[in-house]
């Protein structure tokens, strides 16, 4: 079994609220076309033709104004294009029969049309308000998601495009699309590929593929999703914040009530060493070699470093030192994995920091508070990295059923990270004993005392 270490449980909850939530709430699979598969073969059966669906492509033209122009080409058998070429009004009438009275994608579906050249059948309509103006000219096509809710949809003709208007370009990444290319996407698929479409799914189109452009998608999609992605923030972060501010009170209460001297700091050391090293045997076990590992591998080893050094020389520790011991090599190689990383995975990227960096924190924060420095910015980047994973994970569908879920297995973050954390902010707090830098530091409740000589 492939093993990511610390991400490990949290890969397993990306995955399994998309399983989870189709089957505990979803409705019937919808078919995005309907006139080209079974809903327009059982239509017609009961009016009495035996029509069988031979191939069937579906093509939408967004406009400027966020009007869609559905056109459905429908190839099918002899026996039954002849039958409606004799009858055009069955055809019409079998056509309103399938968008009337079968399950499909389409909601009420404006200047409906249909005839029929050879053996293929055209349908057309227009969907209103499919797509509208968003942040930085983009046109936001937001008729797909499913706005939090969980929604089935799959491909049921050949082919399925969207294009946006003329001189426009596609700007976002969405998810399971099959195909995707400048100016427009496709899904490729038929009745029996099960090719669904994401019920995440927002198209972007935009004057041109510029970075400042994909931003604006980005944030365009933000915003028309915020208001069901804010309460599953709240629901899946708020527990685990909360037990990462109380567990940070309560370690510095703790350590000041039971302060930790210089004499610690040799056990400390090798202690925080020893849970380094555990660290990389676990990703070694893993044997994974990808750059989510790379970046766990960073983590674990500087556990062991800066547990050697704090146990053999303490004397060279000071309070830059351990900044940039704790920030710039995790940071460096998730800089160097983000290159090899495709877009739709690097979500992994800073997450995989938000997470491993927490616990390596408690060391300039615990050395911060016992010199006087300035330790808050510690505290608040402890605190808020259950806010800070959540915001990179949280689907743009939502968790649907799963917040819950979420806030669990963080939660358990969260305690495991604070009982490392205590450890880690005790060994910096003995250093800050050890150690010199600038004028001699005064433990919290010691008065200085005069002497006389």
């Not at 404006?110 to 983009?138: C, K, W």
């Not at 960073?298 to 000071?318: E, I, M, S, W």
């Amino acid at each position: 079994m492939k093993s990511r270490v610390f991400l490990v449980a949290l890969l397993v909850l990306t995955v399994l609220p998309a399983v989870m939530a189709p089957t505990a709430a979803s409705s019937p699979p919808e078919p995005v076309c309907g006139v080209c598969s079974d809903p327009f073969e059982g239509a017609a059966e009961r009016a009495g033709i035996d029509l069988t669906v031979e191939s069937s492509h579906l093509h939408v033209s967004v406009d400027d104004d966020g009007t869609g122009h559905w056109t459905a080409l429908v190839e099918v058998d002899e026996q039954s294009a002849e039958s409606f070429h004799e009858n055009p009004d069955q055809l019409d009438s079998v056509v309103r029969q399938t968008l009337e009275s079968h399950r499909v994608f389409v909601d009420d579906p404006q200047n409906l049309d249909s005839r029929i050249h050879d053996r293929t059948v055209i349908v057309t309509f227009d969907i209103p308000e499919m797509a509208y103006r968003a942040y930085g000219d983009v046109l936001l096509i937001d008729y797909f998601n499913a706005d939090g809710n969980t929604r089935s949809v799959y491909v049921d003709a050949d082919e399925f495009t969207v294009q946006g208007p003329d001189g426009t370009f596609l700007v976002n990444d969405p998810p399971r699309l099959h195909t995707g290319f400048e100016k427009s996407v496709t899904w490729i698929g038929g009745p029996e590929d099960n090719l669904y479409i994401d019920d995440e799914t927002y198209l972007a189109f935009g004057p041109d593929y510029s970075l400042s452009t994909r931003i604006a998608a980005d944030a365009s999609i933000v915003a028309d999703s915020s208001s069901y992605l804010i309460p599953d923030l709240v629901g899946a972060a708020l527990v685990p914040t909360f037990l990462m501010g109380l567990g940070v009170v309560g370690i510095q209460y703790l350590t000041r009530r039971f302060d930790t001297g210089s004499k610690s700091v040799r056990s400390l050391g090798y202690l925080i060493s020893g849970l380094g090293a555990v660290w990389v045997a676990l990703v070694a076990l893993g044997m994974s070699t990808d750059g989510l590992s790379a970046i766990a591998w960073t983590l674990g080893l500087q556990f062991v470093v800066l547990g050697l050094v704090a146990a053999r020389r303490p004397d060279v520790v000071t309070f830059w030192r351990l900044v940039a011991a704790v920030v710039a090599p995790p940071v460096a190689v998730a800089a160097l994995v983000s290159l090899s990383t495709e877009t739709s995975q690097l979500w992994g990227v800073p997450s995989a920091l938000s997470l491993g960096m927490t616990a390596a924190l408690f060391l300039p924060f615990g050395y911060a508070a016992r010199r006087g420095l300035e330790w808050r910015p510690f505290t608040f980047a402890i605190v808020a990295a259950p806010v800070v994973f959540t915001i990179q994970t949280l689907p743009i569908g939502g968790y649907g059923s799963a917040p819950v879920f979420m806030a669990i297995l963080l939660s358990g973050w969260a305690l495991l990270t604070l009982a490392t954390g205590t450890l880690v902010y005790r060994l910096g707090w003995a250093l800050g004993e050890e150690t010199s830098e600038g004028s001699t530091p005064q433990s919290s409740g010691t008065r200085p005392q005069n002497h006389q000589t």
